[in-house]
């Protein structure tokens, strides 16, 4: 059974599309089966993938709103052992298409029973707010995987976070688990990040990856050019330490 993990932070702009398809992309390159779904209006995680967000009979707001089945949504083989779920703006309506359906909460669970046995890992890229595509994502997940920024206000969105994921696994998935926290933009030249860091470690609980993801230019061009980082730029920081991670992730030594 694939494990399905929300890449989730309230705060913009943390890396949560980043890191949603370059760990993505790096656990693909371990031969492990992965599928990315784009929770987020904006369809970044489907351009960052070369997918036309644009030009797509079924997206995942066809799928909430119950138009098409969840095969019918799936890209296959964006990238080798990699399949995409895509998004575009037409997502944003769902929020309002969404009021008085039964149940609403529990649709995205519902439709990934299908297929969670297809994949090792599902990943949810989730929209910076705490909506109703959110709430979906995290009742259809085991755990959350928390990005955040190397800043001085990272522990002050953690805690809002941490909040949000104990309201959600008291009241509507009790399994609801922290996958862990993930430090991005991490920049070695500064005391700063290394002070964010050691004041995460010190204050939160949950478990907290080694790997630190470095600010890096080409993981920042990336996306314009429709591949993840291990496509993009094999050889460049921000490739190695998501590959890392993805090691990390699942338990191999570097």
Partial sequence: MGKIIAVANQKGG???????????????????????IDVDPQGNTTSGFGVDKNNQEYTIYELLLDDCSVNETIIQNVVPNLDLIPSNVNLAAAEIELIGIERKEYI?????????????FVFLDCPPSLSVLTVNAMTASDTVLVPIQCEYYALEGLSQLIHTINLVRERLNPGLDIEGIVFT???????????????????????????????????????SYGEPITIYEPRSAGAEAYKKLAKEMVGIQP
């Fill in 14 to 36: 943390v890396g949560k599309t980043t890191t949603t398809i370059n760990l993505a992309a790096s656990l693909a390159e371990l031969n492990k089966k992965v599928l990315v």
């Fill in 108 to 120: 995205l669970r519902d439709a990934l029973d299908f297929i969670r046995d297809d994949y090792d």
């Fill in 185 to 223: 933009m991490y920049d070695a030249r500064t005391n700063l990040s290394a002070q964010v860091v050691e004041n995460v470690r010190t204050h939160v609980e949950q478990r907290i990856y080694e790997t630190l993801i470095p600010r890096n230019i080409r993981l920042a061009e990336a996306p």
